[in-house]
């Protein structure tokens, strides 16, 4: 049954269906209580569970997950509930992203002082742009138009740990997926004046800058970059100067994302076409990554 209209006893069944697997985080977040691996007992599948105390950042999140349930580089909501068994606790059942986040894959590469192969940087950006461009304008893919009536989401909190991995067992790259949708915000709804000015002032091109930034850390390995958006009045130093140890493309990329006058930065739209244009004639040439990678 989807979205939980079920009983308090048909709910506590559903409840009962799943049991902890292990700990993946303890909650980190503002207001999140713990994310958990679980299996469905009847047929072994491996889920999340993200509890978090009920607030509006727990509403914001289920609003924007609930509207974007049909895209491939964003992670799936299952279900949303009061926990049965944690009153002012909610749970959220999404899909497990077996290869975690980001972060952890910089942290890795890091260690092994490894510079990732320029292919799946291109595979990364592109998925990233495609979810950035659904969430602001409902397109689905490069070839799609724009719905009549789209709710824009911006999300707001792009950054290395907020993106997943999800192995793919069609292809050689894993699925690259944007979550925690805890600070995003919706047109359309309404939330605490605290948060709405904040919330206003940060466009879709704010989730451009913190995209072009995660690319950036990706490439070079590190967490050196600021992702707080200049226009949020963050003093910015750290743009992009370009790089010799890339392509063009990527350099020109990089740059249209990091551009400092947010009226003048590329659109998630425009990259994501761009991105895929640059590609097209190129042969995909998927170079096998270490295992260690996925951690
Ligand atoms: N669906 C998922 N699959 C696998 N790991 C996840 C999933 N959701 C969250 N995580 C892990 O938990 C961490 C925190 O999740 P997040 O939703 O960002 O919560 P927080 O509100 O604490 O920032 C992520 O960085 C990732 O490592
Ligand atoms: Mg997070």
């Not at 289920?62 to 580089?73: F, T, V």
Request: aromatic content about 10%; some cysteine.
């Amino acid at each position: 049954m989807p979205f939980s209209q079920r009983s308090t006893m048909d709910q506590l069944s559903y409840w009962n269906e799943f049991e902890r697997v292990k700990e993946i985080s303890r909650g980190q977040g503002i207001c999140n209580n713990g994310i958990y691996l679980i299996r469905r007992r009847r047929d072994d599948a491996r889920f999340v569970l993200k509890s978090v105390g009920i607030s509006e950042i727990a509403e914001a999140e289920k609003e924007a997950l609930s509207y974007l349930r049909s895209h491939d580089s964003i992670v799936k909501l299952i279900d949303a509930f009061v926990a049965p068994t944690r009153p002012q606790t909610m749970a959220f059942i999404m899909e497990y992203c077996d290869y975690g986040s980001l972060h952890s894959l910089i942290n890795r590469i890091n260690r092994h002082n490894y510079r990732l192969p320029e292919h799946f940087i291109w595979h990364a950006f592109c998925s990233l742009s495609c979810g950035l461009a659904y969430m602001h304008y409902g397109i689905t893919d490069y070839r799609s138009s724009r719905p009549a009536h789209w709710r824009r989401i911006v999300h707001r909190d792009i950054r290395p740990a907020n993106i997943l991995l999800k192995s793919d067992r069609h292809h050689r790259y894993p699925r690259v997926l944007i979550a925690d949708f805890g600070l995003a915000h919706m047109s359309g709804l309404t939330y605490h004046p605290q948060f709405n000015g904040e919330r206003e002032r940060f466009s879709g091109r704010g989730d451009v800058w913190m995209l072009g930034c995660a690319m950036v850390d990706l490439i070079l390995g590190t967490s050196g970059m600021t992702p707080i958006p200049p226009e949020l009045g963050q003093d910015c130093r750290d743009c992009w100067a370009p790089s010799g140890e890339i392509s063009s493309g990527l350099n020109l990329a990089l740059e249209a994302c990091l551009t400092i006058d947010n009226k003048k930065r590329v659109s998630s739209k425009d990259l994501m076409l761009g991105l895929v244009e640059m590609r097209q004639g190129e042969r995909p040439k998927r170079e096998r990554l270490p295992e260690w990678i996925w951690g």
